[in-house]
């Protein structure tokens, strides 16, 4: 109760008491300094975090965990896959839940492949998690799980897993932003059908199409009616055929349904009619990137990049950073260098820039520019992922 009362002091007087609890020899203590820290806004979460990387009562973890979720602190991923892999006689299913609430889809994978599914509870939470990322292929596995198990005791867990999948699915409010995407593209799909049968009044057939009804199109697509916005688009590019937006609005509708072979054909046309269109240009530029033609990206970028304002210092790393990487999958190692540092200059923390510059400068045998790089790269990364092993094999084969 003498720990609760800090509280009262949201200052960091009040902080400064619940630090060293979050130490306590007493696990209940460190539960309570936690949940204490839980309702104090601006309660550091480095001190938190610091604290879980050595803590291993589980109902310590628990009050963490929900700390981190609650802060979307992601910088915490790494320490939770720590936790994971070393195999904790408890608190599992807890971990691998948090990973469902965090920016964490690959996590969750190397989880999964790391545990494996033995466990009724696990599974759960494993399937749970990646529905929360949007991956809706769990239903598929797991009615094909269930068509392939014969023994009862391979099938009772799997159908008590399912209905807790499906009891769930059930729970609207529980659904993340991501899962409620991913849902509305399938049932887009699903009432495509239906289309035409008792149209409402805001149907896009009921829309007058004019030069400034595009706004409604747009309206319909960010409520997540995409097969209604496709509709929309597909009237108000034949009524509008030159106009830009016509036809980047039809390819961002076939992306956000996934169907990036649908939008290259309207993105190839925009940037034939409109070459300064930069917002179509970077949609046309992820396709290319998806499928590694790295010629087409690299001729795209370069001509797409001098109509990007010089103020849009987030963009000019994107292109920058994507033409870096097209010149050095095509070996150009010089242009990718030149490239790449333009964009570590437009954002520092770009990772994915920073390694592949220390690649380009290892490949014309730069050696101490590489190594400089690998080793500020080093600290930055989650020391489990595979880049960074990939940092540590370079760095000792320069410094040997």
Request: glycine share 4%; net charge neutral.
């Amino acid at each position: 109760m003498a720990l609760k009362a800090v509280l009262a002091l949201e200052t960091e007087v009040g902080q400064s008491r619940i630090v060293p609890l979050l130490r306590d020899p007493n696990q209940w203590v460190r539960r309570e300094a936690v949940d204490c820290a839980r309702k104090v806004p601006g309660f550091p979460v480095q001190q938190v975090l610091d604290a879980f990387k050595d803590e291993s009562a589980s109902p310590v973890w628990e009050s963490m965990l929900a700390f981190f979720v609650e802060r979307h602190a992601n910088a915490c991923v790494p320490l939770i896959m720590q936790k994971i892999k070393s195999e904790p006689e408890e608190g599992l299913p807890r971990l691998i839940s948090a990973l469902g609430h965090l920016d964490a889809r690959e996590a969750i994978a190397e989880a999964k492949r790391f545990v494996g599914v033995a466990s009724d509870e696990n599974m759960r939470e494993f399937y749970i998690a990646l529905l929360l990322h949007g991956d809706l292929s769990v239903f598929a596995e797991l009615a094909s799980l269930l068509g392939e198990k014969t023994r009862d005791d391979e099938l009772v867990p799997l159908i008590r897993v399912s209905g807790d999948v499906g009891a769930f699915i059930k729970i609207v409010d529980e659904y993340s932003t991501r899962l409620r995407e991913a849902l509305a593209v399938e049932v887009a799909k699903d009432m495509e059908g239906v289309a035409g049968l008792g149209v409402p009044p805001g149907a896009p057939q009921n829309i007058p199409i004019s030069i400034n009804s595009i706004s409604q199109g747009i309206a319909l697509m960010e409520s997540g009616r995409l097969a209604d916005a496709m509709a929309f688009f597909e009237r108000f590019a034949a009524a509008f055929p030159h106009h830009p937006d016509a036809l980047y609005n039809l390819a961002q509708v076939h992306f956000r349904r996934n169907e990036p072979d649908k939008a290259l054909p309207c993105l190839t046309t925009l940037m034939e009619k409109t070459p300064s269109h930069v917002a179509g240009a970077l949609m046309l530029g992820q396709i290319y990137f998806r499928k590694k033609q790295w010629t087409a990206l690299l001729e795209l970028y370069e001509r797409i990049r001098k109509h990007v304002p010089t103020e849009d210092r987030k963009t000019l790393g994107q292109v920058h950073g994507a033409l870096g990487l097209a010149y050095f999958h095509l070996k150009k190692y010089q242009k990718a260098i030149e490239s790449l540092n333009l964009a570590i200059r437009e954002n520092a923390r770009d990772l994915s820039s920073c390694y592949h510059l220390a690649l380009s400068y290892y490949a014309v045998r730069e050696h101490a520019s590489a190594l400089k790089l690998l080793k500020e790269l080093k600290k930055s990364l989650p020391p489990d992922s595979r880049v960074f092993r990939n940092v540590e094999e370079l760095l000792q084969k320069l410094e040997d």
